[in-house]
């Protein structure tokens, strides 16, 4: 089975901390997505990665950066949280099959982050 | 650029009756779809996907989907549904970007909740 496994489960900072939110797939996966989910707003994305050093903004970036030195491993960065980056925090993960641009996600447990 | 819609944040249904959950999408190249079930305190779950071939894909679950392109839908239906079935479900398109690159983007999640 593929397990994409996030650091924490339960974070709270304080507002103005630098926050890293790590995740680590082991599946070989070429392609990894952060998204924070809330209440009636979905999941948003916040930036993806198609291979190590590679990323894309998604439609979120503000107030984040991440970090992929490593394939199975993408980070996400807060660079000065504030209380309004309290939310779910879910990474996921993709691979490229024969044919295709990619396929399904596979979610990591989320980490839910309070700032305070 | 990409986004989808779902057009109904809370679905509320009898146990046995129908349910039909809307999604649209935009995007201007080719998509796969992707629907996704999050049951109460877990994570996410693939429920059903279109990458290619017949536009009508189906769950193990007796969930079905059908792709139409030319009104950019994807909607979920279920002949009968369970209370089992009672859990916040989420529409999600994929876009072609680079090779070996896709940009996942969610709906709002529609909350489905089955009345005995």
């Known amino acids: 089975d593929v397990k994409v496994t996030q650091s924490s489960r339960y974070l709270v900072k304080r507002t103005g901390e630098k926050v890293f939110l790590e995740c680590v797939q082991d599946m070989d996966h070429e392609n990894m997505f952060w998204y924070r989910q809330d209440p009636g707003l979905g999941l948003r994305l916040i930036y993806f990665s198609y291979d190590v050093k590679m990323k894309e903004k998604g439609d979120i970036p503000e107030g984040y950066s991440v970090s992929r030195e490593k394939k199975e491993r993408f980070s996400l960065i807060l660079e000065s949280a504030s209380t309004n980056q309290t939310s779910m925090y879910l990474c996921?993960?993709?691979?490229?099959?024969?044919?295709?641009?990619?396929?399904?996600?596979?979610f990591g447990q989320g980490t839910r982050l309070t700032v305070v | 650029a990409q986004s989808v819609t779902q057009l109904d944040s809370q679905v509320p249904v009898f146990e046995e009756a129908p349910v039909e959950l809307r999604c649209n999408y935009s995007s201007s190249v080719s998509v796969y779809l992707f629907w996704y079930v999050q049951y109460p305190n877990q994570g996410l779950q693939l429920l059903l996907k279109?990458?290619?071939?017949?536009?009508l894909v189906k769950s193990i679950n007796g969930f079905e989907a059908e792709f139409n392109k030319s009104q950019t839908s994807f909607h979920l239906r279920k002949p009968s549904v369970h209370i089992s079935d009672t859990a916040e479900y989420f529409c999600?398109?994929?876009?072609?970007?680079?090779?070996?690159?896709?940009?996942?983007?969610f709906g709002q999640g529609t909350r489905l909740t089955i009345n005995p």
């Open positions: 996921a993960s993709s691979f490229v099959s024969a044919g295709t641009w990619g396929t399904e996600a596979f």
């Open positions: 279109y990458l290619s071939g017949s536009t």
């Open positions: 999600a398109v994929s876009s072609f970007l680079i090779q070996g690159a896709q940009k996942l983007v």
